[in-house]
C-alpha cells in the first residue's frame, strides 16, 4: 500500500507506539490518584506537557491544554472565548475553515451572532485588508487557519496576529492542526491567543489533541466536571494517548523529515503537471507559501470518486475535493471559495505526503496515474 | 464504456440534484437485438457502476427486453450492497439514458417501417389497427389499459403519446 493521506491521518510511529505501551499495561493508573502509581502518570503527562509546549514553541508549559481532538480544541476556543464576553456578538473567519471551525460560526451566525467569512482569491490566499476593514470594536474572535486542509495553502498568522493586535482587542484563535509536524512553528514570537492541534495528524493515535491557551486569556471551560487541567478542561487524562502526543511531537522536533517529505512532494507534482495534460494545481504556485506535504490537483472533466476508486485499486490511498452525499454531489467549501470551475473541482485528488513515504512510492503513482486519467477521460461524456 | 459504433442511437441523462450526465449508446440489429451497448459518464461510482451493468445486461437481446430492464431502477440498485436508498437517482440516472436510446431506435424503426399497416409500439410489435380494434371493443380509455390489453406502451414507452392520439380520436367518434 502507498499512503498518499497524511492530511487525513497518518501511522502511528513505532517510537510514539513505543513510548505509550507500558500506559496500556503496567502503568494504568489514574494522574489525579495521590498514591505513587498516580504520581508517576501525573509525570508522564507533564512530560508530554513539555514535549508539545516545546513543538509549539509555547513560553510555559501550562499553556497546553489536552483535549480529545482537534476539534473539541477548536469548538472550545471559538465558545470558550465567547462565553467570557458576551456583549461582544463579532466574529471573524474565513470560507476555507475546517469545517471544526466553520460550522460552529455557521451555528453562532444562526444564534444571532454576526459572522465576517473572509474570503480568498483563486491561489488560495487571505487578503489582509479586507481583514483590517473587518474588525470593530465589538468583535469578540478572530479564527484563522494555518494551513488549509485541502490544499495546504499557509496563511500568514505572524502577520495576522499583528493586525488584530493593532486593530482591535479581539481574541486571536488559530486553528493548526494540519500544520503541526509540517512546519516549524514558534507560538510565543507570535499574538496568537489560542492554537488547536491534533495528535494523529503527526503520528500519534487518534483521539488526543491538544489547545495551546496564552498565560492569563480568559477562556471558560467546554467540558464541565472533574478538576483536571487546573480546572480548565474536566475528565479522566487519556495518558496513553497524551504519552504519545508527546512522543509525536518530540519526534517531529528531533527529526523534522520537512525537506525530505518536500522534495517527494515537489516530484510527485512536477510530475504529474508534466505529463497529464487536464492536470491543474489549486493554490498558489508558490511553494513557500504551501505546506511541504500536500499538492491538491484537479484533473478536468473526470470525476474525483472515481480517480479515488482506481488509485485504491491500484493500492495507492488519496482524498477527493468532492464529495457525493446522498442529495447533493458538492465539491469542497475551500475550492468553491477559491472560484474553481465546477467540472475542475469535481475532479481534484489531495495527495498528502508523510514521514514514511518513499522516491520508489512516487515513481509508482506516477506510472499508474496516467493511465488512470487517461481510462476515466475516455469515459467522460464531455471529451471528445 | 465507450461509443457504440455506428449507426447508433444515442440517449441521454442529467441529474439537476447532482449535476452528473450519462450517454447510452446501442447498435441495434435487422432483428431488433441490441448488438453493442456502451456507455460514457460524468458522475458518482454509483453511477458508473449502474451504467457498466446495464450495458452488459442489455446486450444480445431484444430491444423490447433491454427496456423492460431499463424501467426498474430499484432493480438495479438492490446490486450494490449496502447502498443507501437515496443513492437510487443514480441508478435511475443510468436507466433513465437507457431508456432514451431506447426511445430514439423505436422512433427510427417506426419511421422506417413499410408495412401494410402503420406501426405503432415497436417494442412489441403491434400496430395501429390492432391497438384500434382493442379500444372499441373493449372500451380502453388510458395508455395504461391500452398497454395492459395488447402490450402495446409496455416497453420503452416512446408511443405514449402516439397511443393516447388514437384514444382521443377514437373519443371523437360515435360509440
Known amino acids: 500500500m502507498i499512503y498518499l493521506d497524511n492530511n487525513a491521518t497518518t501511522r502511528v510511529a513505532p517510537e510514539v507506539f513505543d513510548a505509550m505501551q507500558p500506559y496500556l499495561s503496567k502503568f494504568f493508573g489514574n494522574p489525579s490518584s495521590a498514591h505513587t502509581l498516580g504520581r508517576e502518570m501525573k509525570q508522564a503527562v507533564e512530560t508530554a506537557r513539555e514535549q508539545v509546549a516545546s513543538l509549539l514553541g509555547a513560553a510555559d508549559t501550562n499553556e497546553i491544554v489536552f483535549t480529545s481532538c482537534g476539534s473539541e480544541s477548536d469548538n472550545w476556543a471559538i465558545r470558550g472565548v465567547l462565553a467570557t464576553q458576551p456583549a461582544k456578538r463579532h466574529i471573524i473567519t474565513t470560507q476555507v475553515e475546517h469545517e471544526a471551525v466553520r460550522n460552529v460560526c455557521g451555528l453562532l451566525e444562526k444564534d444571532g451572532y454576526d459572522v465576517t467569512w473572509l474570503g480568498v482569491s483563486e491561489t488560495g490566499e487571505l487578503d489582509l485588508d479586507a481583514l483590517r476593514a473587518a474588525l470593530r470594536p465589538e468583535t469578540a474572535l478572530v479564527s484563522i487557519m494555518l494551513a488549509n486542509n485541502e490544499t495546504g495553502v499557509l496563511f500568514p498568522i505572524d502577520e495576522i496576529g499583528r493586525i488584530v493586535r493593532e486593530h482591535s482587542e479581539a481574541v486571536f484563535h488559530v486553528d493548526g492542526v494540519q500544520a503541526v509536524g509540517k512546519i516549524p512553528i514558534d507560538l510565543k514570537n507570535t499574538e496568537v491567543d489560542l492554537f488547536a492541534l491534533s495528535g494523529h495528524k503527526l503520528h500519534a493515535p487518534q483521539g488526543v489533541g491538544a489547545l495551546y491557551v496564552r498565560n492569563n486569556l480568559s477562556l471558560a471551560p467546554f467540558i464541565v466536571g472533574g478538576a483536571q487541567e487546573q480546572r480548565r478542561r474536566a475528565g479522566t487524562l487519556a495518558v496513553p494517548n497524551i504519552v504519545a502526543l508527546g512522543a509525536a511531537c518530540e519526534l517531529a522536533e528531533r527529526d523534522d523529515c520537512h525537506k525530505q517529505v518536500e522534495t517527494l512532494r515537489d516530484k510527485l507534482e512536477d510530475g504529474i503537471l508534466e505529463q497529464i495534460p487536464n492536470a491543474c494545481l489549486n493554490g498558489t504556485q508558490d511553494r513557500a507559501k504551501r505546506l511541504p506535504n500536500t499538492a491538491n490537483i484537479s484533473f478536468e472533466h473526470v470525476e474525483g470518486q472515481n480517480i479515488l476508486l482506481l488509485l485504491d485499486q491500484a493500492g495507492i490511498c488519496v482524498s477527493t475535493g468532492s464529495a457525493c452525499h446522498s442529495t447533493t454531489h458538492e465539491s469542497s467549501a475551500t475550492l468553491k471559495a477559491m472560484n474553481v470551475p465546477y467540472t475542475a473541482a469535481q475532479g481534484s485528488i489531495r495527495f498528502s505526503l508523510g514521514r514514511y513515504n518513499t522516491d520508489a512510492e512516487i515513481e509508482t503513482t506516477l506510472r499508474v496515474l496516467p493511465e488512470i486519467i487517461e481510462k476515466l477521460s475516455a469515459m467522460s461524456p464531455y471529451v471528445l | ?175
Not at chain 2, 26 to 35: N, R
Not at chain 2, 45 to 53: D, G, P, Q, R, Y
Open chain 2, 1 to 175: 464504456m465507450g461509443d457504440a459504433d455506428e449507426p447508433n442511437f444515442v440517449g441521454r441523462a442529467a441529474s439537476l440534484i447532482c449535476g452528473a450526465h450519462v450517454r447510452f449508446s446501442l447498435q441495434v440489429d435487422g432483428e431488433h437485438i441490441v448488438s453493442q451497448a456502451k456507455f460514457k459518464a460524468a458522475g458518482c461510482n454509483v453511477l458508473v457502476a449502474s451504467s457498466s451493468l446495464l450495458t452488459e445486461r442489455v446486450v444480445n437481446i431484444p430491444t423490447a427486453d433491454a427496456a423492460v430492464i431499463g424501467q426498474d431502477a430499484t432493480a438495479l440498485r438492490t446490486n450494490f450492497i449496502g447502498l443507501e436508498a437515496e443513492r437510487e437517482h443514480c441508478s435511475q440516472l443510468a436507466c433513465d439514458a437507457l431508456m432514451a436510446a431506447i426511445r430514439e431506435y423505436s422512433d427510427a424503426a417506426r419511421g422506417e417501417w413499410v408495412g401494410d399497416e402503420a406501426l405503432i409500439c415497436t417494442c412489441f410489435f403491434v400496430s395501429e389497427h390492432t391497438i384500434e380494434r382493442e379500444i372499441a371493443t373493449r372500451a380502453l380509455r388510458t395508455v395504461a389499459e391500452v398497454t395492459r390489453a395488447c402490450n402495446a406502451g409496455g416497453g420503452c414507452g416512446s408511443c405514449h403519446q402516439l397511443i393516447q392520439e388514437i384514444l382521443d380520436t377514437q373519443d371523437d367518434l360515435p360509440r
